[in-house]
């Protein structure tokens, strides 16, 4: 039986999704993915599958086990990822994990910083101490939510008397209508609206 290929398809532009990944896209049978993900994808003889419900999505794989499947996961697959869910259902044996690079990464490569003392982490159906991280780290990046926002997460700080630090936030990271804001805490706790965000906390 094929393994299951976990393919992390990076922060967006197909620029930035690694070889390996373009290969095994090809040589599957089937591909297991978000819509956003499909798009600029040669696809043309494949059975595809667009995620809807997670657990529809974990039946549907589980169906075409014969098959040479390729699942689909933005950034990297081992961070916040459905690979969490897949090893629920699957043993490690049956997976080919390949790694992709986040867009956490890339926000900091953009920003010329390194992120070997700082805290990475998400967001999506956490609660977070966002005053707590910024105190404990030198830098916090943050995949981002609905709820907790880049205006969100700014007010938390500024409760905590945090309203100084300095907020990046990257919108659209690798597409190009790319942006990268650079504001204080209390200034983004006035802000607008942003797009596809992750966000960097630190002192500057």
Same mark, same amino acid.
């Given at each position: 039986?094929?393994?299951?290929?976990?393919?992390?398809?990076?922060?967006?532009?197909? =620029?930035?999704?690694?070889?390996?990944?373009?290969?095994?896209?090809?040589e599957? =049978?089937?591909?297991?993915?978000?819509?956003?993900?499909? &798009?600029?994808?040669?696809?043309e003889?494949?059975?595809?599958?667009?995620?809807?419900?997670?657990?529809?999505?974990?039946?549907?794989?589980?169906?075409?086990r014969?098959? &040479?499947?390729?699942?689909?996961v933005?950034? =990297?697959? /081992?961070?916040?990822?459905?690979? !969490?869910?897949?090893?629920?259902?699957?043993? !490690?044996?049956?997976?080919?994990v390949?790694?992709?690079?986040?867009?956490?990464?890339?926000?900091?490569?953009?920003?010329?910083?390194?992120?070997?003392?700082?805290?990475m982490?998400?967001?999506?159906?956490?609660?977070? *101490?966002?005053?707590?991280?910024?105190?404990?780290?030198?830098?916090?990046?943050?995949?981002? *939510?609905?709820k907790?926002?880049? &205006?969100?997460?700014?007010?938390?700080?500024?409760?905590?008397?945090?309203?100084?630090?300095t907020?990046?936030?990257?919108?659209?990271?690798?597409?190009e209508?790319e942006?990268? !804001?650079?504001?204080?805490?209390?200034?983004?706790?006035?802000?607008?609206?942003? *797009?596809? /965000?992750?966000?960097?906390?630190? *002192?500057?």
């Amino acid at each position: 039986m094929e393994r299951i290929n976990v393919l992390g398809m990076g922060p967006g532009h197909r =620029d930035y999704v690694l070889p390996i990944s373009t290969r095994l896209i090809e040589e599957s =049978d089937v591909i297991v993915s978000s819509a956003r993900l499909l &798009q600029g994808l040669e696809l043309e003889g494949k059975e595809v599958y667009r995620i809807g419900s997670l657990t529809e999505a974990i039946e549907y794989i589980k169906c075409k086990r014969h098959m &040479q499947i390729a699942v689909l996961v933005s950034g =990297d697959s /081992c961070f916040f990822s459905m690979l !969490s869910l897949l090893r629920r259902h699957f043993e !490690s044996e049956e997976l080919n994990v390949v790694p992709g690079i986040g867009s956490l990464q890339y926000m900091f490569s953009r920003l010329g910083m390194s992120w070997s003392e700082a805290f990475m982490g998400s967001v999506h159906g956490r609660e977070l *101490d966002f005053a707590e991280l910024a105190l404990r780290y030198k830098a916090v990046g943050l995949l981002t *939510d609905g709820k907790w926002n880049p &205006q969100a997460i700014a007010k938390a700080l500024v409760e905590k008397g945090l309203g100084e630090k300095t907020m990046y936030i990257g919108e659209n990271l690798s597409y190009e209508n790319e942006k990268i !804001s650079r504001v204080r805490a209390h200034e983004a706790a006035h802000s607008g609206s942003h *797009d596809m /965000c992750v966000v960097v906390i630190c *002192d500057e």
